[in-house]
C-alpha cells in the first residue's frame, strides 16, 4: 500500500506544479487584462485569427515561462511539504506566496524585459493563487507514508 502511495505522489506532484503554474498565469493575464484587451484591439489585420492566436499565445508562452522560474523556490517548500506530510492550506499557499515574491526579486534581470510582471503585488498574488491551486491537487494529502485516514479504533473485549 504504501509502494502505491509513493508512486502516486509520483504522478500528482507533477500535476499539482503544471495546475499551479497555469493558475498563476491565468492570474496574471486577469490581472493584466486591459493590457492584453489593448494588444489584441491594436492589431486588427485581415487574417484576424492568426494575429489573435499569434498575440494570445505568445504572451502566454512567455509568461509561463517566467512563472516557472519565479515559482521554482516553491519546490523546496513542497519537499518540506512531502517530507513531513504537511497538509495544510495555509502552508501552501504562504508557500506559493513567498516563493513568488522570492523569485520576483531574485530574478530582477530576467523579469525586467516583460512587462507582466512590473507589479509585485499581482506577481505575490499569482503566487498566492498557484499555492491554492497545488494545495487543491496534490497538497491536501501530502506525504506517502502517512495514511490519508485513520482506521476506527479496536475495542478491547473486556
Known amino acids: 500500500m504504501i509502494v502505491v502511495r509513493f508512486l502516486l505522489r509520483f504522478l500528482l506532484v507533477p500535476l499539482g506544479a503544471v495546475v499551479a503554474t497555469g493558475v498563476a498565469l491565468l492570474f496574471i493575464m486577469v ?3 486591459n493590457r492584453f484587451a489593448a494588444l489584441i484591439a491594436a492589431h486588427t489585420d485581415p487574417p484576424e485569427a492568426a494575429a489573435f492566436i499569434l498575440l494570445l499565445i505568445a504572451p502566454m508562452l512567455v509568461l509561463s515561462i ?6 521554482s523556490p516553491a519546490a523546496i517548500g513542497v519537499l ?8 495544510s492550506w495555509m502552508f501552501h499557499v504562504a508557500n506559493g506566496g513567498l516563493s513568488a515574491a522570492f523569485g520576483w526579486f531574485a530574478l530582477e534581470d530576467v523579469r525586467r524585459p516583460y512587462e507582466y ?13 498557484a499555492g491554492f491551486a497545488y494545495w487543491a491537487v496534490a497538497g491536501w494529502n501530502a506525504g506517502f507514508w502517512k495514511p490519508l485516514f485513520e482506521p476506527p479504533p479496536q475495542r478491547r473485549a473486556d
Open 31 to 33: 490581472a493584466h487584462w
Open 66 to 71: 517566467a512563472a516557472i522560474g519565479m515559482m
Open 80 to 87: 518540506i511539504a512531502e517530507v513531513f506530510a504537511i497538509r
Open 117 to 129: 510582471f512590473d507589479e509585485p503585488l499581482i506577481v505575490i498574488g499569482a503566487g498566492i493563487a
